[in-house]
């Protein structure tokens, strides 16, 4: 069974009423001409009729008739307003399967992110040792405040 679409699309008028202008011949003529199934479609932006003939070998004196050159003709936009194509017609899939698409990155699991690179630095010295603590040299010692000395009678401080 090869199926045939005639897909209208809205134009200067709506696809809907050529429909039920033309509609009806196109069936007749379909149906007299050796069409074994058919089927109307209507969407917001045109309509389709689907035409299942028993072999292609019918499609062609259908689609020569003067009746259905007459109602193609008459389409709403008759520039870009008509697709005849074989298959079914509207949102439905082609007549072969598609081909498959290589898999992106050859079909493998995304990779692990890369572990960082450890970060060398020197090893810093505490801003309070000065110069000298790698040598021999004692380190020198913080004078600590004296311990005999009340805080607060500190120099500068409000209190007696």
Not at 19 to 48: I, P
Not at 105 to 125: C, K
Not at 127 to 146: E, F, H, L, N
């Amino acid at each position: 069974m090869e199926w045939w679409s005639i897909e209208v699309f809205n134009g200067r008028s709506s696809a809907a009423r050529w429909k039920d202008a033309y509609g009806q011949a196109l069936v007749e003529a379909a149906l007299t001409n050796g069409a074994v199934d058919w089927a109307w479609h209507e969407y917001r932006w045109g309509v389709v009729l689907e035409l299942a003939f028993p072999n292609e070998w019918r499609w062609g004196p259908f689609y020569a008739l003067p009746a259905v050159q007459a109602a193609l003709d008459a389409t709403p936009d008759p520039v870009r307003g008509l697709v005849v194509h074989r298959g079914r017609g509207g949102t439905s899939g082609t007549r072969k399967p598609r081909r498959p698409r290589p898999l992106a990155g050859a079909g493998a699991v995304e990779l692990p992110a890369p572990e960082p690179e450890p970060i060398q630095e020197d090893d810093p010295q505490p801003s309070w040792i000065g110069p000298g603590v790698d040598d021999d040299q004692p380190a020198p010692q913080p004078d600590p405040m004296p311990l005999y000395e009340p805080a607060a009678s500190a120099p500068g401080s409000p209190l007696p």
